[in-house]
């Protein structure tokens, strides 16, 4: 079975929420900042299961020392968040292949 | 034809009559419609239409999100007063690759500025109607009913 963010959030405590209710534009930098390797998606890109919500381009950032990943999650009344989990190295080629280049 | 419109957070009073009006709307203009709604928003439209007089087709945002794909609708209008709305709308629109109206609104100018610059600097090409308004829908009335007449 592949993996589910929405479900992952749920069941397990083994994340971090760097930002919450925030704005996308705040949670995207908010990224680029944290993150030391970064690539750019497309809104509607699927990462770990979900479909990515925001405003192109987004960022998507790894920290490779403690393999995690930084993402933007978004939910109509609650804003977006930016949320760091684990990430094995197959998720992190998916997310690699959505690469647009496009940091603008 | 096919419309989906897309609501933002219910808190915003003026959203679930336009819901309504913007369904009929779609409806006597030949589109088989849909809203795709957080639970909250979906159930406020429910509510609103007790006997089923508009035959409301109602479905879960976040799930739709998960299903669409380029080309399963011919028009997407959207309910843009949040900041989160304005990354679903862009999401969307994005993913349909259709012809997009997003009502861009909110008690704040500077937020009406702001939401409208977010779908701009996507590179959207929807045409985006945006007013300050939030109690009152009959602003943002206006501005569809002009808009809408792009789609006629």
């Known amino acids: ?104 | 034809m096919k419309a989906l419109v897309l609501l933002g957070c219910p808190e915003t009073p003026s959203q679930t009559p336009l819901a309504v009006y913007v369904y009929n709307k779609l409806t006597k203009m030949g589109y088989d419609t849909t809203i795709a709604a957080n639970p909250a928003a979906k159930k406020l439209v429910k509510v609103s239409d007790p006997e089923d007089y508009y035959h409301l087709d109602l479905v879960d945002l976040e799930r739709h999100l998960g299903e669409i794909k380029e080309g399963d609708y011919d028009l997407l209008v959207g309910f843009v007063h949040k900041d989160a709305a304005a990354s679903f709308f862009v999401t969307f629109d994005q993913i349909l690759q259709t012809k997009s109206l997003a009502l861009v609104f909110s008690r704040d100018a500077d937020e009406v500025a702001e939401f409208v610059s977010m779908i701009e600097e996507s590179g959207s090409n929807a045409l985006i109607t945006a007013v300050r308004a939030f109690h009152n829908p009959s602003p943002i009335k206006v501005k569809f009913d002009k808009a809408i007449k792009e789609f006629e």
């Open chain 1, 1 to 104: 079975m592949s993996f589910c963010l929405d479900t992952y959030l749920q069941q397990s405590d083994n994340y971090e929420i760097h930002a919450s209710k925030a704005g996308f534009k705040d949670c995207a930098m908010i990224i680029r900042f944290k993150a030391d390797d970064l690539v750019y998606i497309k809104p509607g890109d699927e990462v770990l299961g979900v479909r990515v919500i925001g405003i192109p381009p987004i960022p998507i950032g790894f920290d490779h020392e403690k393999g995690t990943v930084f993402l933007p999650y978004t939910k109509p009344c609650h804003g977006t968040s930016v949320v760091e989990l684990p990430i094995d190295e197959e998720e992190m080629e998916k997310i690699r292949k959505l690469d647009t280049g496009n940091k603008k």
